[in-house]
T-cell receptor, first 113, second 111 residues
């Protein structure tokens, strides 16, 4: 079946540091890939997405590129802020498969001033 | 657009009590989902409804029932609450196999 593996946290950074959160996937079909963000006390919200190989999703300074050859969708940001402290979830939706999306376990990011 | 709304936001139950969590979406999505989120466990799917009139079990359906009342509304019922059901519950909706939109969550404590 489909699966998503993302790096364990917490990831602790100083403000203005470079961020990478790794995400790799396995899928039987041809998936769409997503990053969601969850701020404390809130529900998940879509951060960015990519629907085909070599697509780059971007939003709020975050980027991720759909790499089919390495089955990866790593999240990056050049300069993090304290307000980026949250939990980040990588997910896939297999367009040829079931209605159930597959989520990673989440990675907590803590940014210190 | 309110997006996905959930009621109540907080609830405390005693063991054995019942309750229904309500969820509604105004985005005309066909698919709706109920998840629970526990520390260190990520999101776990309880039930989903691919389209109006259908419901299916997810990863952790035991102790829960659902009703897809119409295209907008999808409720989750706990018939006899247990302490193991203490969790944060999220409802989500989506178009077919596209990104999901989540509600703000219901924080449930069972004593």
């Amino acid at each position: 079946g489909d699966s998503v593996t993302q790096m364990e946290g917490p990831v602790t950074l100083s403000e203005e540091a470079f961020l990478t959160i790794n995400c790799t996937y396995t899928a039987t079909g041809y998936p769409s890939l997503f990053w969601y963000v969850q701020y404390p006390g809130e529900g998940l919200q879509l951060l960015l997405k990519a629907t085909k190989a070599d697509d780059k999703g971007s939003n709020k300074g975050f980027e991720a590129t759909y790499r089919k050859e390495t089955t990866s969708f790593h999240l990056e940001k050049g300069s993090v802020q304290v307000s980026d402290s949250a939990v980040y979830f990588c997910a896939l939706s297999d367009r040829g498969g079931s209605y159930i999306p597959t989520f990673g376990r989440g990675t907590s990011l803590i940014v210190h001033p | 657009n309110a997006g996905v709304t959930q009621t109540p936001k907080f609830q405390v139950l005693k063991t054995g009590q019942s309750m229904t969590l309500q969820c509604a979406q105004d985005m005309n999505h066909n698919s709706m989902y109920w998840y629970r989120q526990d520390p260190g466990m990520g999101l776990r799917l309880i039930y989903y409804s691919a389209s109006e009139g259908t419901t299916d079990k997810g990863e952790v359906p035991n102790g829960y029932n659902v009703s897809r009342l119409n295209k907008r509304e999808f409720s989750l019922r706990l018939e006899s609450a247990a302490p193991s059901q203490t969790s944060v519950y999220f409802c989500a909706s989506s178009d077919l196999r596209s990104e999901q939109y989540f509600g703000p969550g219901t924080r449930l404590t069972v004593t």
